[in-house]
């Protein structure tokens, strides 16, 4: 019985850890991405903002390009951007990732 109830209590544990860290990534890409990317991943072509969702990025290429920037890239992404730590990137690229 006692084993039984440490699994439940660790699937318990990683489902709502795993729900957080969801719901920041959402949070994170509402406040610092959909300005330009669009709400829904959808980009925005009159500033010539890429769609996001459906890209064929990983997520580390997309925690890459966000918190060290690409040289060739239009600003903000020609270099880190401002007060975004790696731990946020994951979990913004990993919310880009379900975009569909």
Same mark, same amino acid.
């Given at each position: 019985?006692?084993?039984r109830?440490?699994?439940?209590?660790?699937?318990?544990?990683?489902?709502?850890?795993?729900?957080?860290?969801?719901?920041?990534?959402?949070?994170?890409? =509402?406040?610092?991405? $959909?300005?330009?990317?669009?709400?829904?991943?959808? &980009?925005? #072509?009159?500033? +010539?903002? !890429?769609?996001? @969702?459906?890209? =064929?990025?990983?997520? $580390?290429q997309?925690?890459?390009?966000?918190?060290? &920037?690409? #040289?060739?890239? +239009?600003? !903000?992404?020609? @270099?880190?951007?401002?007060?975004?730590?790696?731990?946020?990137?994951?979990?913004?690229?990993?919310?880009?990732?379900?975009? +569909?």
């Open positions: 019985m006692k084993l109830d440490v699994a439940l209590t660790t699937v318990y544990a990683v489902a709502v850890t795993t729900s957080l860290v969801a719901q920041e990534g959402a949070d994170l890409y =509402k406040k610092r991405c $959909s300005g330009c990317h669009g709400a829904g991943g959808e &980009g925005k #072509p009159t500033v +010539k903002a !890429p769609a996001l @969702k459906g890209t =064929k990025q990983e997520a $580390s997309i925690v890459e390009h966000t918190t060290k &920037g690409e #040289p060739n890239s +239009k600003p !903000p992404h020609n @270099k880190a951007i401002t007060g975004l730590n790696e731990e946020q990137a994951k979990a913004i690229a990993d919310f880009v990732k379900t975009l +569909k």
